[in-house]
């Protein structure tokens, strides 16, 4: 069984939420939203030193984190469910693009957005400003990201990926789905088409429920 570090609407939701579609049993070991304090990051620090989710234990004890990593390795030891494109084929390059594009240029901006005194130390006039920013930088990011794909049924095609879930959870964040449709509108059918798979719906409301207001 893999079990898992993670908390509800975070990055761990793509990682389980791709076992769930290759069918693998898993447990939510610790639940830990560590963008709440120190308690919570510290419940992390035994399995990650930087104390951040997702980490992945393998039915073998091996410790993976970086949920990108996770994500790759996940289709690689189960190339049966089919959610990667294979070595050597026409998408597998910007499959891989865009798998390293989203933590390097989006998921790294809620390092700073969890804790703006990470970067504006005790200036909290600093504060609204360097949120905006970020979240003007997140919609960026989505935005060039959109420039560049030509999406069908699924981001890259009709394959559904391990990146049409990580983008399908990570636009639910700050600033919002509203915003990512607004500017990224090529993707919006997508990650739409990815809410609405029948074998997620009970993960989803379990673990990123669509709550009256989600798209805000």
């Not at 304090?37 to 984190?65: C, F, S, W």
């Not at 919609?139 to 009709?158: D, T």
Request: proline letters at 8%; hydrophobic letters at 45%.
């Amino acid at each position: 069984m893999y079990s898992i570090y993670g908390a509800a609407g975070s990055g761990s939701v793509a990682v389980e939420a791709t076992l769930e579609l290759i069918g693998a049993p898993y447990q939510v070991l610790v639940e830990a939203p560590t963008w709440e304090g120190e308690h919570q990051r510290n419940k992390v620090a035994a399995v990650n030193p930087m104390r951040q989710l997702p980490v992945l234990i393998t039915p073998d004890g091996e410790v993976i984190t970086e949920s990108a990593a996770i994500l790759l390795w996940l289709t690689e030891q189960h190339p049966e469910a089919a959610l990667a494109p294979l070595p050597g084929t026409a998408t597998r390059a910007q499959f891989l693009r865009w798998m390293s594009f989203i933590p390097a240029s989006i998921y790294s901006m809620y390092w700073v957005r969890d804790e703006p005194a990470r970067l504006a130390g005790d200036d909290t006039d600093l504060y609204p400003q360097l949120l905006l920013r970020t979240a003007d930088r997140i919609a960026q990011c989505w935005q060039i990201m959109a420039s560049q794909l030509a999406p069908a049924q699924f981001l890259l095609g009709e394959q559904l990926t391990v990146l049409d879930l990580y983008v399908a959870v990570a636009s639910r964040w700050t600033p919002g789905r509203n915003r990512f449709y607004s500017v990224a509108p090529l993707m919006a059918d997508v990650v739409k088409r990815v809410d609405a798979l029948p074998q997620l719906q009970n993960f989803w409301a379990r673990r990123f429920p669509f709550v009256p207001g989600w798209e805000d």
